[in-house]
């Protein structure tokens, strides 16, 4: 059997990254891709553990996450097309006008 | 007991006075606002005649104790009066010679604004002299004490726009202030040790008490005595917080008769008088109170012999009097020390009132040099009452027999010396010779001149003190061309001289109830303290008599060769001595003196290290500080809103890592 920590080990880099990029990119696309590679190191958890104690509530969380993923996949694009609109850039350091 | 003197009207009635000039003198006449100040002192002294001729009909100390005043705990401090034997002749002064006084200035004032101001001010001070004389105990009298410290500054500062007049008096309340901080510990230590104020229950406690050692300073009675005492010099002008006195010439006249010779100063000789009890079991305390008022007596003598200025040479007399007021109570003749206070109330309220008829006379000039230029023949021939009033007072205060001043300074001078202090005798004497002097020098210089009596005379107006400048002799009048003013000077109105007779009278008969010591034997229940007085000297009373006459009369010799007979020997004299002359003029340098070890450190710390350091850099740094740190904080933190959506997203994450920390490492 591949131990329970393999799997948490390789969750948590795949949210580390995730988390990496959502900081370091300066693309908005790009930090989309990063929250969805967190989301989805963190589905990997749930699988993880769902398998290893054996309940099945693990698997049912990661269709809420799955689903919750997808809706907001949905309504974040539609703002960045709604950004593209008015600024015609994509590079998120320009998205400041919710400064004081 | 069932008599009751009312003795709280006294007080009452002149401050009814100050109440109504207070608030109605503005709309009053002048002679109204005069009635009212001058016949409320009036009332009072016939009220106070009134109290005296029921003297008899109870045992003294007739106390009247109305509503406390502080009652907390062990506190307890009525609003009480208390009439004895030296509470009454202090009233009687304090009524009789204010009202005269009063009288005078309704005279003397006529031409000056602020008329009604004036004598609601001096009935406000006779208010609060008359609480200090009457109270029963020694906070009531530091009321008082204060008060006339108080209605002093205002009558001294009384021109106010004259800047000379405002700094005396500021420094007339500031100099007492430092005497009443003295004053102040010691009450506070009566009180810690006595537990009450009042006089009659401290003085019963003190009974008790052994006497101290004549060398031991610090005993509780002794530090009380000394104590008290510098709030007496501070009060009464003795060493070394009399400066203020000269300066407070700067008042009216009259001022300067009541408040700073007949009775604000001798609230401090009253004050050790009724203390005698203390002072008697405290040798030590005695000794000095004996050694300041003679060293006094001497020193202020001294500067008066060359002075120019009328006032200041009676301004000087007066700390040179007071001295020997003190001298009396130190070498415990209290009687003799009251005396004296009685004396110098009648003459040198006298002789100030006199300096005022002559300043009125002479339209404001008050350099003696310059007035016997101004008035040809001599100011006797203008004014004659004036002048034999003057003299009268004159010859009081320099001794000469019969009249009363050599009644109680002879008394005072045999008490010392047969107490064994020779010393002090000695310069007690001495200043008596220089007082003779200096006294008769003033008379000499400010009556007589050269010349015929003119019917048309000029002079100059204005009422500031004679600048310094030199005397040839008879030089004809130089500078006289604007003829403004009176005119010729004339003898003072009725009002004005009516006051210096009466004042005369009692200059002149006011001594004769001390013959055979018979006052000094009315005031001794008051002085009945439980110490026996040794007599000690083997110089019988005529011998001391006739030194302290013969002192008199060759202080008058002098006078009379040096100002009447020989006129360049005075300023001969002054230029063999030029350094001893000098000194004198400049009144041995103590104001400067002061100012450079006291003045001028006080204000430098006040201005850079409590002003500039603690009050700018301190207080405001702080104040100020905390707005800035809040205004550096905010600015830092501002920093963070920057609408960078990354460093939003690192903020989270970080707060993220933060909380899952928190929960790994408590939950274990």
Same mark, same amino acid.
């Given at each position: =059997?591949?131990?329970?920590?393999?799997?948490?080990?390789?969750?948590?880099?795949?949210?580390?990254?995730?988390?990496?990029?959502?900081?370091?990119?300066?693309?908005?696309?790009?930090?989309?891709?990063?929250?969805?590679? =967190?989301?989805?190191?963190?589905?990997?958890?749930?699988?993880?553990?769902?398998?290893?104690?054996?309940?099945?509530?693990? !698997?049912?969380?990661?269709?809420?996450? =799955?689903?919750?993923?997808?809706?907001?996949?949905?309504?974040?694009?539609?703002?960045?097309?709604?950004?593209?609109? !008015?600024?015609?850039?994509? !590079?998120?350091?320009?998205?400041?006008?919710?400064?004081? | 007991?069932?008599?009751?003197?009312?003795?709280?009207?006294?007080?009452?009635?002149? #401050?009814?006075?100050?109440?109504?000039?207070?608030?109605?003198?503005?709309?009053?006449?002048?002679?109204?606002?005069?009635?009212?100040?001058?016949?409320?002192?009036?009332?009072?002294?016939?009220?106070?005649?009134?109290?005296?001729?029921?003297?008899?009909?109870?045992?003294?100390?007739?106390?009247?104790?109305?509503?406390?005043?502080?009652?907390?705990?062990?506190?307890?401090?009525?609003?009480? #009066?208390?009439?004895?034997?030296?509470?009454?002749?202090?009233?009687?002064?304090?009524?009789?010679?204010?009202?005269?006084?009063?009288?005078?200035?309704?005279?003397?004032?006529?031409?000056?604004?602020?008329?009604?101001?004036?004598?609601?001010?001096?009935?406000?001070?006779?208010? #609060?002299?008359?609480?200090?004389?009457?109270?029963?105990?020694?906070?009531?009298?530091?009321?008082?004490?204060?008060?006339?410290?108080?209605?002093?500054?205002?009558?001294?500062?009384?021109?106010?726009?004259?800047?000379?007049?405002?700094?005396?008096?500021?420094?007339?309340?500031?100099?007492?202030?430092?005497?009443?901080?003295?004053?102040?510990?010691?009450? /506070?230590?009566?009180?810690?040790?006595?537990?009450?104020?009042?006089?009659?229950?401290? #003085?019963?406690?003190?009974?008790?008490?052994?006497?101290?050692?004549?060398?031991?300073?610090?005993?509780?009675?002794?530090?009380?005595?000394?104590?008290?005492?510098?709030? $007496?010099?501070?009060?009464?002008?003795?060493?070394?917080?009399?400066?203020?006195?000269?300066?407070?010439?700067? *008042?009216?006249?009259?001022?300067?008769?009541?408040?700073?010779?007949?009775?604000?100063?001798?609230?401090?000789?009253?004050?050790?008088?009724?203390?005698?009890?203390?002072?008697?079991?405290?040798?030590?305390?005695?000794?000095?109170?004996?050694?300041?008022?003679?060293?006094?007596?001497?020193?202020?003598?001294?500067?008066?012999?060359?002075?120019?200025?009328?006032?200041?040479?009676?301004?000087?007399?007066?700390?040179?009097?007071?001295?020997?007021?003190?001298?009396?109570?130190?070498?415990?003749?209290?009687? $003799?020390?009251?005396?004296?206070?009685?004396?110098?109330?009648?003459?040198?309220?006298?002789?100030?009132?006199?300096?005022?008829?002559?300043?009125?006379?002479?339209?404001?000039?008050?350099?003696?040099?310059?007035?016997?230029?101004?008035?040809?023949?001599?100011?006797?021939?203008?004014?004659?009452?004036?002048?034999?009033?003057?003299?009268?007072?004159?010859?009081?205060?320099? *001794?000469?027999?019969?009249?009363?001043?050599?009644?109680?300074?002879?008394?005072?001078?045999?008490?010392?010396?047969?107490?064994?202090?020779?010393?002090?005798?000695?310069?007690?004497?001495?200043?008596?010779?220089?007082?003779?002097?200096?006294?008769?020098?003033?008379?000499?210089?400010? /009556?007589?001149?050269?010349?015929?009596?003119?019917?048309?005379? $000029?002079?100059?107006?204005?009422?500031?003190?004679?600048?310094?400048?030199?005397?040839?002799?008879?030089?004809?009048?130089?500078?006289?061309?604007?003829?403004?003013?009176?005119?010729?000077?004339?003898?003072?109105?009725?009002?004005?001289?009516?006051?210096?007779?009466?004042?005369?009278?009692?200059? &002149?008969?006011?001594?004769?109830?001390?013959?055979?010591?018979?006052?000094?034997?009315?005031?001794?229940?008051?002085?009945?303290?439980?110490?026996?007085? $040794?007599?000690?000297?083997?110089?019988?009373?005529?011998?001391?008599?006739?030194?302290?006459?013969?002192?008199? &009369?060759?202080?008058?010799?002098?006078?009379?060769?040096?100002?009447?007979?020989?006129?360049?020997?005075?300023?001969?004299?002054?230029?063999?001595?030029?350094?001893?002359?000098?000194?004198?003029?400049?009144?041995?340098?103590?104001?400067?003196?002061?100012?450079?070890?006291?003045?001028?450190?006080?204000?430098?710390?006040?201005?850079?290290?409590?002003?500039?350091?603690?009050?700018?850099?301190?207080?405001?740094?702080?104040?100020?500080?905390?707005?800035?740190?809040?205004?550096?904080?905010?600015?830092?933190?501002?920093?963070?809103?920057?609408?960078?959506?990354?460093?939003?997203?690192?903020?989270?994450?970080?707060?993220?890592?933060?909380?899952?920390?928190?929960?790994?490492?408590?939950?274990?």
């Amino acid at each position: =059997m591949i131990p329970l920590s393999y799997y948490l080990i390789l969750s948590a880099i795949l949210f580390c990254l995730g988390v990496a990029g959502f900081i370091i990119k300066t693309d908005v696309i790009t930090v989309f891709i990063s929250i969805e590679l =967190m989301l989805n190191g963190v589905n990997l958890s749930f699988v993880a553990f769902s398998h290893f104690l054996r309940d099945i509530g693990g !698997n049912i969380f990661v269709f809420f996450v =799955m689903v919750v993923a997808a809706a907001e996949a949905a309504v974040g694009l539609a703002i960045i097309i709604a950004v593209y609109r !008015n600024r015609t850039t994509l !590079n998120v350091d320009k998205m400041n006008l919710l400064k004081l | 007991m069932d008599l009751n003197l009312h003795l709280w009207t006294i007080p009452a009635l002149c #401050f009814s006075g100050f109440l109504l000039n207070l608030l109605f003198g503005r709309l009053w006449s002048r002679t109204a606002a005069a009635i009212v100040g001058v016949g409320v002192v009036g009332a009072a002294f016939l009220d106070a005649l009134w109290v005296v001729s029921h003297w008899g009909s109870f045992v003294a100390p007739y106390l009247e104790i109305h509503r406390p005043w502080i009652q907390t705990g062990s506190l307890y401090i009525p609003f009480g #009066f208390q009439l004895d034997q030296l509470s009454l002749v202090m009233l009687l002064i304090v009524t009789g010679v204010g009202f005269l006084i009063h009288l005078y200035s309704a005279g003397y004032m006529a031409h000056e604004g602020g008329f009604y101001r004036y004598f609601a001010l001096l009935n406000l001070f006779m208010f #609060f002299m008359l609480v200090l004389v009457l109270a029963n105990n020694y906070l009531l009298m530091f009321i008082g004490w204060e008060g006339v410290g108080f209605a002093s500054y205002m009558l001294i500062g009384f021109f106010f726009r004259r800047d000379s007049a405002a700094s005396a008096g500021m420094k007339a309340f500031v100099v007492n202030r430092i005497g009443d901080f003295g004053f102040l510990l010691g009450l /506070f230590l009566i009180f810690n040790h006595f537990g009450t104020f009042e006089f009659t229950r401290v #003085f019963s406690q003190v009974k008790q008490l052994p006497v101290e050692a004549a060398w031991h300073w610090a005993g509780p009675l002794t530090i009380i005595a000394l104590m008290l005492f510098v709030g $007496a010099t501070g009060k009464s002008a003795q060493i070394p917080l009399y400066v203020w006195l000269p300066d407070a010439m700067e *008042g009216p006249t009259p001022v300067s008769a009541l408040i700073h010779a007949a009775t604000m100063v001798t609230a401090g000789v009253y004050m050790v008088c009724r203390s005698a009890t203390i002072y008697d079991r405290a040798p030590f305390a005695g000794s000095v109170v004996l050694a300041i008022g003679a060293l006094t007596a001497l020193f202020a003598a001294s500067i008066g012999l060359v002075q120019r200025d009328i006032k200041k040479v009676l301004a000087y007399s007066t700390v040179s009097q007071l001295g020997y007021m003190f001298m009396a109570c130190g070498a415990m003749a209290y009687g $003799a020390g009251v005396f004296h206070l009685m004396t110098h109330a009648f003459f040198k309220g006298l002789l100030f009132l006199g300096a005022g008829s002559v300043i009125h006379a002479m339209n404001g000039e008050q350099d003696m040099f310059r007035i016997q230029q101004m008035a040809p023949g001599g100011l006797r021939r203008y004014a004659p009452i004036t002048f034999w009033t003057f003299v009268v007072a004159t010859c009081a205060i320099a *001794g000469i027999p019969g009249f009363s001043g050599f009644f109680s300074k002879d008394l005072i001078l045999y008490s010392v010396l047969s107490g064994g202090n020779t010393l002090w005798w000695a310069v007690g004497t001495l200043a008596a010779l220089l007082t003779s002097f200096y006294m008769f020098r003033a008379v000499f210089v400010t /009556f007589f001149g050269e010349g015929e009596k003119s019917v048309h005379s $000029a002079h100059p107006t204005g009422r500031e003190s004679a600048s310094v400048h030199d005397v040839a002799h008879d030089h004809e009048t130089t500078g006289m061309a604007h003829a403004e003013g009176h005119g010729v000077p004339h003898e003072s109105p009725l009002t004005m001289t009516l006051p210096l007779m009466i004042l005369a009278l009692l200059a &002149l008969g006011g001594g004769w109830v001390g013959i055979g010591d018979r006052f000094g034997h009315f005031l001794d229940p008051v002085f009945d303290t439980g110490v026996p007085r $040794a007599a000690v000297s083997g110089i019988t009373e005529g011998t001391v008599t006739l030194i302290s006459v013969v002192m008199g &009369l060759l202080g008058l010799a002098v006078a009379w060769f040096l100002y009447l007979r020989s006129k360049g020997t005075a300023d001969k004299l002054a230029a063999a001595f030029s350094g001893l002359h000098r000194t004198l003029t400049n009144k041995y340098w103590v104001d400067e003196f002061y100012r450079a070890v006291i003045v001028v450190p006080l204000t430098a710390i006040a201005r850079y290290i409590l002003w500039k350091g603690v009050d700018s850099g301190l207080i405001d740094g702080v104040v100020n500080g905390v707005g800035g740190a809040s205004q550096a904080l905010s600015g830092g933190l501002r920093r963070q809103a920057s609408g960078n959506l990354r460093s939003y997203a690192s903020w989270i994450g970080a707060g993220a890592v933060l909380a899952l920390l928190y929960v790994i490492v408590a939950g274990r």
